[in-house]
């Protein structure tokens, strides 16, 4: 099972970006699926998680800025990003629940004018 992180870049404050992640492989489903972030000299965060029925969960600091889903039939995981702010500067890794916990490679966001 391989996860194919893509959408980070580059973006002035106030902007957005959208992340996937694409998993690929035997996968006969996917269970939970998540984001993280970690930013130079800080603990990994939480981002946002969806739960293979669509629920989903948001780190108060993305709340109302963040919105997290997925497409099960292509394997999919998005994470639409609006209002951008510099604190939001990391690289963003997804996760799959699958029979275990596979990542995908980190994709860097900077939000900077």
């Known amino acids: 099972v391989q996860l194919q992180a893509s959408g980070g870049g580059l973006v002035q404050p106030g902007g957005s970006l959208r992340l996937s992640c694409a998993a690929s492989?035997?996968?006969?489903?996917?269970?939970?699926m998540g984001w993280y972030r970690q930013a130079p000299g800080k603990r990994r965060e939480l981002v946002a998680t969806?739960?293979?029925?669509?629920?989903?969960n948001y780190a108060d600091f993305v709340k109302g800025r963040f919105t997290i889903s997925r497409d099960n039939a292509k394997n999919t995981l998005y994470l639409q990003m609006n209002s951008l702010k510099p604190e939001d500067t990391a690289v963003y890794r997804c996760?799959?629940?699958?029979?275990?916990?596979?990542w995908g490679q980190g994709t860097q966001v900077t939000v900077s004018s």
């Open positions: 996760y799959a629940d699958i029979q275990a916990r596979y």
């Open positions: 492989g035997n996968i006969f489903s996917i269970n939970g």
């Open positions: 969806i739960t293979n029925g669509g629920n989903t």
